[in-house]
């Protein structure tokens, strides 16, 4: 079938890295955006731009009224309150009924006011679509996600087995010859991120491996799959006794957790049947101090405040953990963060580069296999152009929308599709009226620069908030956002510039040069 | 050095042995053999994408086996279940790309693939067994 391992690996390569790309550079782009979910949820939520409590946060005072009254008239099943950190100043407060039905809401440390209810889905949105693709119906995006990382493993194995120069290829770099420096750019990318593209993408599939391995579940559970996640969690259950009974101080069970954890500080606080004579409190600890997803929880009665268990994993189970927190970076250190956020921006450089190699590549080929070049130029478009283009857009119709508008963050999801798809269809027309097949790249540049130009301004008009103050009122998240904003507008604009300058060859007389 | 040559360029190749006019398939009529006109549709873009799914495909199946065979095995040694399943199945996600690769590139597919149905009816066979799981 091959002349030699060598052919098939390249061939595998390039067959699998064309064909899934375009769904890695989603997963890829819009994990390195989640990386930032928490201050983009400053940014998109500007009532939730307060100050970090100075003085900690008494569960007593401050969560239990609130929690009950949310929960007033309804039987719970739990009620949760996430504790502010350094990235996130508020209490963000979860309760949840009998059914299954719950509800959200941010507070306020200091004065326990709750905050109305969020008419954005902030990062979140950035975060969850990076694994489901905003497809939920039968977990398709997550199957796809998963098909997609596991093809990106075999693409990068295969990619490596092919440079049998891996360190010459590594520092070369042709900037002179149009399509060397396509995949100099390709391999320089590849190669600078490799241990994280490996580890984040291995991770990736160890995180959901009950979906996407479930062998060893299936033969070993059998008809107990659900047992599995409390075991391996090492977590405590039990039913409600059904008759009423207090609640203990849930300030002596934090003193007694952080005494526990020697210094250690709680991230969550759990109450499992609210209420209830058989009541129990999970309190689970901070995991910015930790690459690890152990949180150590502890369990405590909620009557009489007493120790239950101590959650403690065990070999496999924080190994588990460990791979899912370098995949999850839930972590505080800002430096690692960003060098997280750089080696994602380098992977999605890797996958565009591909891309565009293989359309110069066959560019020269014309008029032979026009249909594929025009498809891949425009997927090439609609993701490294489109997608950016999108979220920037996503931004500005943040600003814009009124408060008062009726599902107002459906609606910039809605502008968030509408966008993607404009672009998409801008690129495919564009494609398709060029002489070369290329793509209208400067125009989407401009049209880049002038959002992110846009976010920032409108940002700043909307709450006063611009950059310098916001950096002066210590408000560092949304200072970020908007400068990272400032630099996309830049970096789109050298680029355009920089497009501008080159001249494409004219094949033939009168024929176009750009789209 | 024309011998060295022959023998590279049946590696990987089809299989066919040292290419000469008769083993080219020309018949006597001189159209093209049916063995020379396999050996070229296995190559055509369309075949190889068929034995890529194929291998990706058996390649999970096989894993699938191991892991579940892994797991039952290391739970019976004493493993609690939860480790069992949480080491078996890191261990599958390593293993994939590993036989994945190896199946896609072997030099004799044939023989691969036997080795890895054999591996596998074996596995499956070891679960199978009375007090296996």
């Known amino acids: 079938m091959f002349t030699s391992w060598r052919q098939a690996m390249l061939w595998l390569h390039s067959v699998l890295g064309l064909g899934l790309a375009g769904l890695l550079f989603v997963v890829f782009f819009m994990g390195s955006l989640a990386l930032y979910d928490r201050e983009l949820d400053r940014w998109m939520l500007p ?29 719970l099943e739990q009620w949760y309150v996430e504790l502010p950190s350094n990235r996130v100043p508020l209490l963000r407060l979860q309760t949840w009924d009998l059914q299954a039905q719950g509800q959200s809401r941010f507070v306020e440390p200091g004065t326990g006011r709750v905050l109305a209810a969020a008419g954005s889905r902030g990062g979140d949105f950035f975060y969850r679509f990076h694994y489901t693709l905003h497809l939920e119906a039968g977990r398709l995006g997550l199957l796809l996600v998963g098909l997609a990382s596991m093809a990106g493993l075999l693409t990068i194995v295969a990619g490596l087995l092919i440079h049998a120069r891996l360190f010459k290829d590594f520092f070369s770099f042709r900037p002179d010859q149009a399509l060397r420096r396509l995949l100099d750019l390709h391999n320089l990318s590849g190669v600078f ?13 160890v995180i959901l491996f009950p979906l996407y391995l479930p062998a060893a579940l299936l ?21 409600a006794a059904g008759q009423p009974g207090r609640l203990a101080s849930l300030d002596a069970m934090a003193a007694q957790a952080r005494s526990i954890w020697q210094g250690g500080e709680p991230a969550f606080v759990r109450v499992w049947h609210p209420g209830d004579a058989r009541a129990y409190v999970e309190i689970g600890r901070s995991l910015a101090d930790r690459l690890s997803l152990d949180a150590e ?7 009489s405040g007493h120790l239950l268990h101590q959650a403690i994993l065990k070999p496999a189970a924080s190994a588990y953990s460990l791979l899912a927190g370098l995949h999850v970076a839930h972590f505080r250190q800002p430096l690692l963060r960003g060098l ?10 890797m996958l565009a580069s591909g891309l565009l190699y293989w359309s110069e590549k066959h560019r020269a080929r014309l008029p032979q296999g026009r249909t594929a070049l025009c498809l891949v130029e425009t997927l090439a478009a609609g993701l490294i152009g489109g997608l ?3 979220t920037l857009a996503m931004l500005v119709a943040n600003r814009v929308l009124a408060e008062a ?28 009226r060029s002489a070369g097949q290329r793509a209208p790249w400067r125009k989407q540049c401009a049209a880049i620069a002038l959002l992110a130009l846009a976010a920032l301004l409108l940002n700043s ?23 990272a904003l400032l630099l996309t507008a830049l970096l789109a604009a050298c680029i355009g510039k920089r497009l501008r300058q080159i001249q494409a060859p004219a094949l033939t007389p009168g024929r176009l040069e750009d789209a | 050095m024309p011998k060295a040559r022959k023998l590279r360029a049946g590696l990987f190749s089809s299989g066919e042995g040292p290419v000469t006019r008769i083993s080219q398939g020309a018949t006597r009529s001189g159209a093209p053999g049916l063995h020379w006109r396999l050996a070229g549709l296995r190559k055509t873009a369309p075949a190889r994408g068929a034995y890529l799914l194929a291998v990706l495909a058996g390649s999970y199946g096989l894993v699938w086996t191991l892991t579940a065979g892994a797991a039952v095995l290391l739970s019976r040694l004493g493993l609690e279940r939860s480790e069992a399943v949480i080491a078996s199945s890191l261990l599958g996600f390593v293993l994939y790309p590993t036989v994945a690769l190896a199946l896609f590139a072997a030099h004799r597919p044939l023989r691969a693939w036997g080795l890895v149905a054999g591996l596998g009816a074996m596995l499956l066979l070891a679960r199978h067994l009375p007090g296996a799981n």
């Open chain 1, 405 to 432: 508008v009726a599902e107002r963050a459906s609606w910039e999801v809605i502008v968030f599709f509408t966008a993607w798809l404009g672009a998409a269809l801008h690129a495919a027309f564009g494609v398709y």
């Open chain 1, 47 to 75: 009532q939730t731009r307060l100050p970090t409590p100075s003085s900690q946060v008494s569960l007593d005072r401050q969560v239990l009224p609130v929690a009950e009254h949310l929960g007033a008239g309804q039987m």
């Open chain 1, 193 to 205: 991120a490799l241990p994280f593209l490996l580890g984040i993408l291995l991770s990736g599939l």
């Open chain 1, 461 to 483: 008009l909307s709450t006063g908030a611009h950059p310098l103050r916001a950096l002066a009122e210590g408000q560092c998240a949304v200072a970020g956002v908007d400068g």
């Open chain 1, 388 to 390: 950016p283009l999108a």
């Open chain 1, 297 to 303: 929880t502890l369990y405590f009665d909620g009557a």
């Open chain 1, 219 to 239: 033969a070993t559970y059998q008809e107990q799959a659900g047992r599995f996640e409390t075991e391996a969690r090492a977590a405590f259950a039990r039913p």
């Open chain 1, 340 to 349: 997280y956020f750089l080696a994602g921006m380098s992977g999605c450089l």
